[in-house]
């Protein structure tokens, strides 16, 4: 007598067996290696600097920060960049392409800390907001 052809519920079973114990295994190696904590929450952050502006402009203010901090900035109108120059003279910036300025909200982590101050290139209303993040 001949085993005859497999079952057809087989492979499924077999599918579904490996797949249930994938997922059990990912669940453990996640909860050792201390992924089971819970919700990782962002850092706190803490505003220390806003000015608001119109068109072109260099803001005279300086703003002191640690390391590990943000730019935020809110617009109605075009900007075209955005530059912040650390007291030292090192400066960077966040710049739109010529058919495409910044969007109207945006932002940019900034890891070294300083007294910066900014200047802006466009047209119509801007606001930009620093935040210190309290790294631990």
């Known amino acids: 007598m001949s085993a005859g052809p497999p079952h057809p519920a087989l492979p499924y079973r077999t599918a579904l067996a490996v797949a249930v114990g994938s997922a059990v295994c990912v669940m453990v190696i996640t909860i050792l290696a201390g992924g089971g904590r819970g919700v990782i929450h962002p850092p706190a952050e803490s505003l220390v600097y ?10 005279k203010d300086e703003f002191e920060v640690r390391d590990g901090w ?3 900035w809110d617009k109605t109108g075009k900007i075209d960049e955005i530059r912040w120059t650390r007291d030292s003279g090192e400066s960077r910036a966040s710049q739109g392409l010529p058919a495409q300025p910044l969007h109207d909200h945006g932002s940019v982590n900034v890891a070294r800390g300083g007294k910066y101050r900014f200047s802006v290139k466009g047209t ?3 606001k930009i ?4 993040f309290d790294v631990k």
């Open 129 to 132: 907001n620093v935040y210190q």
């Open 124 to 126: 119509g209303h801007w």
């Open 70 to 72: 943000e730019l935020r």
């Open 50 to 59: 806003t000015v608001e502006g119109q068109g072109t402009a260099d803001v």
